[in-house]
């Protein structure tokens, strides 16, 4: 990738914010199970952080996806991978279909003040028995003369209690078990205080802890055929490309957070004596240490990569799912081996790697789980097996 004076600039804004609106609320935030989304996000708007690559019609800059994923980057110098998270769903994982194929109404009702930070917006896809598989999903919007009516349930809904609208995929194309999955399923734009739906209580989640996260019903939720987005049954492919970004997006939110581990267990085992010499000076630790640099540096070349071939609009499926996968797995890695040389301090509740430990879990199973992510890789390989 080749950076500007926009990109560094935008780099050095997102820091700032970071350090002076994320960080010094982490803890309060992670022991509430709740940080103000409204409130945080109003002030990312302001600064045109929601919109980056959003149409200047509607309050964004219009910038390409490369400017979004150096956003990602810095927000993940957060103290916790809940509120990037967050933002990151309102910024590029439950709003690029509707900036890229919903009607000029549709945006300016709900993109414009998504944008500006005066809605909080939920992405509806998973539910109870249908999360890595997509096309297996139950809820259902049957045409009732100008309406859609919704019955079904989602799952796993970051910012869910907090949300003004959800991006709902439904299935519209009725009850034939027949009917294709990938042509049976639109996009719907649900405002969350329509009539007929009700939330859980916040999920109580391993990590992710200030992210608020629920489970959303709906019973006959009525709501205008024109707040579809773009075509019917086209809401299947929709959502796959809104996944390419969001695994993208995700991928480049755990660069920092690796790098900060690493850089604290360095500072830690440096004034850590053990046996009459700090612990870094064993070679088996600073050895580790600098290997796992290494991959993480291995990780932000896989992602810039792929992010070159998106921009370029090419098809980045590929490498977009070896990011998201490589990713996961090592921020797995990383978090479990500085928490190991961090010994008992690591291992307490408050500690920032015991939090890395649990929140960067769900990189592996959000977006697509790694077996999901395998499965694809080995399509574009030619070795998946036929069914």
């Excluded at 049954?233 to 809104?242: C, I, V």
Aim: proline content about 3%.
């Amino acid at each position: 990738m080749k950076w500007t004076d926009e990109h560094r600039e935008l780099r050095r804004t997102v820091a700032r914010f970071v350090e002076e609106e994320i960080n010094p609320h982490v803890e309060a935030w992670e022991a509430a199970g709740r940080f103000p989304a409204h409130e945080l996000f109003k002030k990312l708007g302001d600064l045109g952080l929601l919109g980056i690559t959003k149409p200047e019609a509607y309050g964004g800059m219009g910038l390409d996806f490369s400017y979004s994923l150096v956003a990602a980057e810095e927000l993940g110098a957060a103290h916790c991978g809940a509120v990037p998270m967050a933002i990151g769903v309102q910024s590029d994982m439950a709003t690029p279909a509707l900036a890229r194929f919903g009607s000029e109404e549709l945006c300016r009702e709900f993109l414009a003040p998504t944008i500006a930070g005066d809605r909080v917006v939920a992405l509806g896809v998973s539910e109870p028995h249908a999360g890595s598989d997509v096309a297996n999903i139950k809820t259902t919007a049957r045409k009732d003369g100008d309406d859609y009516v919704i019955d079904g349930t989602k799952m796993w809904m970051t910012n869910g209690l907090q949300a003004d609208w959800i991006c709902l995929l439904a299935r519209t194309g009725g009850d034939d078990e027949k009917t294709n999955r990938h042509n049976d399923k639109s996009l719907i734009v649900v405002p969350s205080d329509t009539p007929g739906i009700t939330r859980s209580e916040p999920f109580d989640k391993l990590g992710m802890r200030s992210s608020d996260t629920a489970q959303v019903f709906f019973d006959g939720v009525r709501v205008p055929q024109r707040y579809r987005i773009g075509d019917e049954g086209a809401g299947f492919m929709y959502q796959m490309l809104q996944f390419q970004e969001e695994r993208l997006w995700g991928a480049a939110s755990a660069i920092k957070g690796l790098e900060g581990l690493i850089k604290e267990t360095i500072e830690y085992t440096r004034s850590r004596v053990a046996f009459g010499r700090p612990i870094l000076d064993n070679q088996v630790v600073h050895f580790r240490l600098a290997e796992l640099q290494t991959e993480v540096e291995a990780l932000r070349a896989l992602i810039y990569a792929a992010c070159e071939v998106h921009v370029g609009g090419g098809d980045a499926t590929r490498l977009a799912s070896m990011a998201k996968l490589k990713a996961g797995r090592l921020s797995r890695e990383v978090a479990d081996c500085c928490l190991q040389y961090w010994g008992g301090q690591g291992y307490m509740w408050e500690s920032r790697i015991a939090r890395a430990y649990r929140d960067q879990r769900l990189m592996s199973i959000g977006g697509g789980a790694d077996e999901i992510m395998l499965a694809i890789i080995c399509k574009h390989m030619g070795i998946l097996p036929k069914a």
